[in-house]
């Protein structure tokens, strides 16, 4: 992505990155606060909600940044192009990243295979059946899990309404922004992570309240979820601009949501076994998606 030129100044750009980081936010909580309804009977009815928040807000934010910005064409694709909405070079845009952040993964993705292997060999060596056999009863199998996972709450937030939603906001909406208000490329890169890693300061209270931590232990959570939403962030930044696309971002959220922190040491058999397993489990949250 090419920078624009500024035709907005320093000062509004950041001032309307700041608002649409306090709106995605505050909308997550209309719901109990501001339109007064009842506690959700159940986590999936929870989750439900902030979806509908986080959809509300990322038109919203498109619609403000199509009124802020001065896009002179009245072409719907140069329009929809602004925010990196565009099939040219698709499948670049989501192979090359994705293989660029597995990476990073390589490690986690090994002890992953390794897995595989020794689960096909127990149940191989249980059920007497062939490794041909255990893969053709794995494909079969297919088809159920992945109903079951669709139909999974946590399948959604993880890899559907949180990567969107946010790579709509933070980084669709919010560079073009700030490259229009005469930021450089790289100045964006490293500044627009820092509104999206500001907008979970609100899982402090969170934490604190919900598990009884210390105020202390809170902030150490926190900071190391900061920290890493900011090195996220850069990463996703730069994907979009480099790129101009934003399937590239949103399949690198997307990977990293399932994979999780990337694992950097085991230490013996059985602790390298409880790892695996936190790795591929997606029941428990990463960490660095709002909607948590």
Sequence with gaps: MEESEG???????????????????????????????????????????????????????????????????????????????????????????????????????????MLLVN?????????????????????????????????NVLFWRNFIVAPVTEELVFRACMIPLLLCGGFKAYNAIFLCPTFFSLAHLNHMMEIYSRHNYSLLKASLVVGLQLGYTVVFGSYASFLFIRTGNIVAPLVAHAFCNYMGLPVLFVHGKDVGKDIVHGIISNDSPKGKDLLV
């Design 119 to 151: 689960k096909w060999k127990e149940h191989r060596h249980q059920e007497g059946e062939p490794l041909l056999g255990c893969i053709k009863s794995t494909l079969l199998s297919l088809p159920g899990q992945m109903s079951s996972v669709a139909s």
């Design 7 to 113: 035709r907005l100044s320093k000062p509004v750009a950041v001032i309307a990155c700041i608002a649409m980081t306090l709106f995605y936010v505050a909308i997550l909580y209309a719901p109990t606060l501001i339109l007064r309804l009842p506690p959700p009977q159940s986590y999936e009815n929870f989750m439900i909600r902030r979806f509908i928040c986080a959809a509300v807000c990322s038109v919203a934010s498109v619609i403000f940044c199509a009124l802020v910005l001065p896009i002179t064409s009245g072409e719907a694709s140069y329009s929809f192009g602004v925010y990196g909405i565009r099939s040219d070079h698709f499948w670049q845009a989501m192979v090359f990243p994705l293989f660029l952040t597995s990476l990073m993964y390589a490690g986690s993705l090994m002890l992953k295979s």
